[in-house]
């Protein structure tokens, strides 16, 4: 990923990342980076914007990344880097790595075949395969169930079943996306975040995604959202557990007869 990004700068120009040969079509990938500190929010990406160049036979897909450091003097952070140049950088370095995993998946899913394909996003298609598998489905269904209702509680009175059953999956997507793009970045920066934080932090989100309480008390939307997290963790864990490599038994040794 950082070899990728070795030659973009963090002031919010376009700069060309990538390009790869099509069916006589050239698809190329465009990033701007930029650090500047607004609100709470570590990071924020703009997925990639599609502009067509017919006379050059020419795709390039745009994508900004805004990175907020504003976690700067965090205590844990202060305790780990003394030095603030060091903290700016750990955290900007673990914020892009974060959205650019967001990216990644993003144009995994629009490139062509076998062009998107990067290891991060085949990884990700594992985890949405697993989660929407069969064995996982009163897992899933819990979970959906809790944003369907999130979702009618924020709706206006003019949304129909169709764009409320389109939210849900779209928020669907997005916490398994945030699950997978979190606890990656964890690993890498050795910061790890479990499934209940991961949880407790983007259901809150995907609450406030779906609409807020705008059919319904406060109260109620807020008791709804305790539920969806409680779904969430249970889905992860579930998720890690279809994961996990099968352990081979090791042969059974029975002890020899002594021939004496």
């Known amino acids: 990923m950082y070899r990728l990004l070795q030659d973009v700068r963090f002031d919010g120009k376009y700069y060309r990342v990538k390009c790869v040969k099509s069916t006589g079509w050239i698809c190329c990938w465009d990033l701007a980076v930029r650090v500047e500190f607004f609100g709470k929010i570590q990071g924020v990406t703009i997925y990639p914007k599609r502009k067509v160049l017919k006379a050059e036979k020419r795709i390039v897909y745009k994508s900004l990344i805004l990175v907020n450091p504003y976690e700067l003097w965090e205590e844990e952070l202060v305790s780990k880097f003394w030095n603030i140049q060091a903290r700016l950088e750990y955290l900007i370095a673990r914020i892009l ?64 079943e169709e764009e409320l059953l389109r939210r849900v999956l779209e928020i669907y ?19 790890p975040m479990g499934n209940n934080r991961v949880a407790g932090k983007y259901s809150w989100i995907a609450a406030v995604k779906a609409g807020g309480s705008r059919q319904v008390e406060k109260n109620v939307w807020e008791t709804e ?36």
């Open 97 to 160: 790595f974060h959205e650019c995993i967001h990216v990644m998946i993003a144009l995994g899913k629009i490139l062509p075949a076998g062009f998107g394909e990067t290891d991060i996003f085949l990884e990700f298609r594992k985890v949405l395969e697993t989660a929407n598998s069969e064995k996982l489905s009163p897992e899933r269904w819990e979970v959906q169930f809790r944003l369907w209702n999130l979702a009618v509680f924020g709706s206006s009175d003019e949304a129909d």
């Open 225 to 260: 959202s305790r539920r969806l997290r409680r779904a969430l963790i249970m889905l992860f864990d579930a998720i890690d557990r279809e994961s996990r490599p099968e352990r081979k038994k090791l042969p059974e040794i029975k002890p020899q007869k002594n021939k004496d």
């Open 173 to 191: 997507e997005f916490l398994l996306n945030e699950k997978y793009s979190t606890q990656k970045t964890g690993k890498a920066f050795g910061c």
